[in-house]
């Protein structure tokens, strides 16, 4: 039987559950309010102008556009109709589906204080990205300006909010940047006036990895000139810094990345949602209580074999779309519950240092680094990219150079409030990213 399958969301997992189904019989339906798939884990590359954004989106269309049953609507969905079996979209559209497959993902989570967005991005969308590089980069140019020696160091303090792996990430990379950038290209700032802060409110960094992981990395940023300060709360974020105990912080740019909340689509079908804001699914990733309804990735809430729910990463996500496009092309012929095979959990530090944790085993320092970004250059969405981010990092790697450092003109000094501002739900473990 012919049946409509309506996919919500074309990231990790939506993608690989409509791959999937492509040149079926069926009519398959790829819905995003954005017209590409974006590869989150490289974002903090953008932000500190390492990549450009094409390097790291490729257009939906262009990705399933050789499936001729795969039609992609670019909408913001808005509702579900469980009843009718129709997706509701903006402008008051609505789209009939068979089986709906619910792939909407996460966002960063504020916990109540969306106020402090506008001066601190996270990095779920090209957007922030683009807007942390701009805020970063522009205070280098106004800090080489300054006349005053402490406006000079305000500028060239960078606070970064949590310190999972992108948290780690963002600062490593941002250390990295303003020393090579201090040392070669500006003329009147000087390395000891930079500062880049991690504040993290629990009692270590990267909690999701094994303790000795955690120091290793805590013991590598301390080593390339990152202040770490753990057990430490954010009260207050400003435009011109961020408050920490009775400490005001006076920084050139903040970037959020202190935790992230499911997708609101557990509102749509009126369900209660588990802590961390995400859908319950049984085994099968069925929605539970609704028969031809299936949630996957961030905003599904499976239960693993240790009991515990499975992180938000891209690797459950893809492997969840893929085993849920095989059960709808067989029309659940195959019923074996799905099981998520760990490929282990990684977190880059710097240049040259990476850690890796298999569960049985773990892996840090150069041989994780070179290792992280072969599967990070191996997971990108297809050739081109692969070729052409292999040839930046291989040309980086030589030079220290970074391509991407570009200031958009007009925004010097301007501070760009335009951050979407859609309100979502709570997290699951390993979530912070
Ligand atoms: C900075 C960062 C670094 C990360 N690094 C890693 C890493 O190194 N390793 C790892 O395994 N994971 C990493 N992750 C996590 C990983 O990216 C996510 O787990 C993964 O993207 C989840 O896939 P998904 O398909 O559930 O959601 P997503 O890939 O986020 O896709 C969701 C899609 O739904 C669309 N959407 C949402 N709401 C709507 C709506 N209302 N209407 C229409 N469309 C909608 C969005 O536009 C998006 O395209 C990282 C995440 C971030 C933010």
Known sequence: MRERFVIIGGGFGGLACARELGDTKHSVTVIDRRNHNLFQ?????????????ADIAEPIRRTLGRYRNINMIMAEVIGIDAQSRQVLLDGNDRVDFDRLVIATGSEYNYFGKDGWRANAPGMKTIHEARQ?????????EKAERAHDEQEKRNLLTYVVIGGGPTGVEMAGAISELGRFMINRDFRNIQLDQLKVILIEAGPRILAA????????????????????????????VTSEGVMVGFEFIRTGCIVWGAGVKASPAHRWLGLDAV????????????????????????????TGTDGKPLPGLAQVAKQQGIYLGRLLKNQGADSAAFEFKNRGNTAVIGRNAAIFDFGNWTLKGRAAWFLWAFVHVYLLINFEKRILVSIQWIW????????????????????????PSVVYSVTGPGGDR
Do not use: M, W
């Open 396 to 419: 980086r790697y030589l030079t220290r150079q970074r391509g991407a450092r570009l200031i958009e003109e007009g925004s010097i000094g301007k501070i760009d409030e335009s951050v």
């Open 132 to 140: 942390i590089r701009q805020r970063l980069l522009s205070s280098f």
């Open 209 to 236: 990895f094994p303790e000795k992981l955690t120091e290793y990395a805590r013991h590598y940023l301390e080593k390339i000139g990152v202040e770490v300060r753990t057990g430490e709360k954010v009260l207050d």
């Open 41 to 53: 884990p490289l974002l903090y590359q953008v932000a500190t102008a390492a990549l450009s954004p």
């Open 275 to 302: 802590p961390g804001g995400r859908i319950p699914v049984d085994r099968r990733l069925q929605v539970v209580g609704h028969r031809n309804i299936f949630a996957l990735g961030d905003t599904a809430n499976f």
